[in-house]
């Protein structure tokens, strides 16, 4: 009995021991934060007045995320970097993962290329990118003019900034998303295929039958995550165009920054960044519910 | 007959993914070129892919306008500070999820699924207040502390941990071994794979980190890298061959990481998938 009391003992104290740093911070940086990010986002505050100064002014600032005409810039341009990004990045996902699945020589070597955009800092690349796009010294309008083509000043222009953080940004996470539908690919038994040959099933019917259902579910997760992604785009605007021209390239976290770092506007940049969570949430819950309709799950 | 349509086969393919990887590898051949030109070839039309002589002064020269090598040793010590206190903090409260069973564990692990979903930008505007009312603005711990709590992380070990046998815990005990034994004698050892998977992925987030040490900096002294990059091409915008040594230096260390664990950092990549 003494045993079983003093096991008893040891398991909860071991409990405590190994859950107390993780819950601390969970508390801390999560919990607490979230809580106070929801009184703030009710409040004006400045960061200059004290805590106990805070004063509430009800959903003003919730009225002002979709009245005011910079915030509402930003989210129309998430869902134009949305409308360009996605169908692009899945499109040529699929097709690089395809052919990256093939068992031909130094294919280890093409997975290891694409990927290296990934690991790299997205100010690195950014920096680099805006060299490379620059309208004088640039390399990109350099190899249209080889073409006969006078290339735009892109991050200057504001018909042409969006299309050029989209490209950037494609080029980025398709090593990601190549990756990851790879993986998939992969998971999908051989017998299927080998089935289809003996039916003498063509490429094309193959992939639409069997490669592109048995991999809903990687596609789903990945649709998902480059439409969270999207909504979060941040790192490449703020370094690549600073948001402009003229509000042109603006997203709803660099907005976020801006009101909270720069303008001091702690209450309005809260709000909006609850604003971001319900359009997240809410994408999240249509993709789960659109998931559970199409996705295909092997049985 | 077959085997020449599988020939051509191969060759287009090999033609996508040639043409493909040297688009996506070129702007850091670009990079690289750049970072060893002057100032002048750096801007030269026609550009030159390579330059005419090899100029290492520029990752002395960027010294003048900015301390370079002090963000470079920020952000190694905060790589590996964020790093290694992650996979410590993750792989305890795994271990504790997986294993050691007491009442409310369930709860308190359904708050950490939930936490994964705030996006960041939630928790940005108090965390800040947080940590400049507590004067962790401008320090190590302030640059450090956020990073090293991941609801993802314990997820992923826990899951890891949840495969290990019983059995195996249980004969650790009757042979008098304590949890805390157990933990870092079969726990750890156990779960190798995953936590290199962890480390690369923990070591890249916080290598190229930039919102955070954005906001929670104010002097030189503090500035990680990818931060000090930023604010170098805000000064000095047209020194091409300056910023591209800057950005030289901040690729290789990551690089380096990657050719050496490129296995598991594909599967960390993966094993996202899975979730």
């Known amino acids: 009995m003494r045993m079983v009391g003093q096991r008893k003992w040891n398991r909860r104290t071991a409990a405590f021991v190994f859950l107390l740093p993780a819950v601390l911070g969970l508390i801390a940086f999560q919990l607490l934060p979230m809580i106070s990010s929801i009184f703030i986002s009710f409040s004006d505050w400045d960061l200059l007045s004290k805590w106990t100064q805070i004063h509430f002014i009800g959903w003003t600032n919730y009225v002002e995320v979709f009245s005011n005409e910079k915030s509402y810039t930003s989210i129309k341009n998430v869902f134009i970097f949305l409308i360009g990004y996605m169908p692009v990045i899945t499109l040529l996902g699929i097709m690089f993962a395809v052919l990256l699945n093939r068992n031909i020589r130094a294919i280890k070597l093409y997975r290891a290329a694409i990927f290296v955009p990934v690991i790299t800092s997205w100010v690195a690349v950014s920096i680099v990118w805006r060299w490379l796009l620059n309208g004088q010294s640039g390399l990109i309008n350099y190899a249209l003019s080889k073409i006969g083509i006078e290339g735009p000043i892109w991050l200057q222009d504001d018909h042409w900034a969006m299309v050029a953080i989209i490209a950037v940004t494609i080029w980025k996470d398709i090593g990601f998303v190549s990756i990851i539908l790879l993986a998939g690919l992969q998971d999908i038994s051989e017998d299927y295929y080998e089935a289809a040959n003996l039916d003498g099933a063509s490429a094309w019917s193959k992939l639409i039958k069997i490669t592109i259902p048995l991999l809903s579910p990687t596609l789903f997760f990945i649709i998902t995550i480059s439409l969270i992604n999207s909504f979060q785009v941040f790192d490449q605007v703020l370094i690549m165009t600073n948001g402009g021209p003229a509000g042109a390239t603006s997203t709803i976290v660099e907005q976020v920054y801006r009101n909270a770092f720069q303008f001091n506007k702690m209450g309005f940049a809260a709000a909006q960044s609850w604003v971001l969570f319900v359009i997240i949430f809410s994408v999240t819950m249509v993709m789960q519910w659109l998931q559970r309709r199409w996705v295909v799950y092997e049985r | ?275």
């Open chain 2, 1 to 275: 007959m077959k085997d020449r349509g599988s020939l051509i086969k191969n060759a287009l393919t090999h033609l996508f993914l040639i043409v493909a990887s040297i688009t996506l590898i070129f702007p850091f051949l670009w990079m690289l070129s750049g970072g060893f030109k002057d100032s002048l070839e750096v801007v030269k039309m026609p550009p030159q892919l390579l330059p005419s002589q090899w100029n290492f002064d520029n990752f002395i020269q960027i010294e003048k306008f900015f301390p370079l090598y002090r963000f470079l040793f920020n952000s190694v010590v905060i790589a590996i500070v964020t790093t290694v206190l992650q996979l410590l903090i993750c792989a305890m409260a795994a271990y504790v999820f997986a294993k050691i069973t007491f009442k409310g564990r369930q709860a308190i692990f359904v708050v950490f699924l939930t936490t994964m979903m705030i996006p960041a930008q939630v928790t940005l505007v108090p965390l800040f207040i947080l940590f400049s009312q507590t004067n962790l603005i401008d320090t190590y711990a302030g640059l450090i502390l956020p990073g090293i709590f991941s609801a993802y992380g314990t997820f992923l070990l826990r899951q890891n941990i949840m495969t290990i046998p019983n059995e195996l815990l249980e004969a650790a005990f009757i042979d008098g071994a304590s949890y805390y034994r157990v933990f870092g004698s079969i726990i750890m050892p156990l779960i190798k794979p995953t936590l290199a998977a962890l480390t690369i992925f923990a070591f890249m987030s916080s290598w190229n980190s930039f919102l955070w040490p954005l906001i929670a900096t104010n002097s030189k002294e503090l500035m990680t890298l990818p931060l000090g990059l930023s604010k170098l091409q805000g000064k000095w915008s047209t020194e091409w061959n300056l910023l591209m040594a800057g950005n030289v230096i901040s690729f290789l260390p990551i690089f380096a990481v990657y050719l050496f664990a490129q296995r598991y950092f594909i599967k960390g990549m993966t094993m996202t998938g899975i979730k």
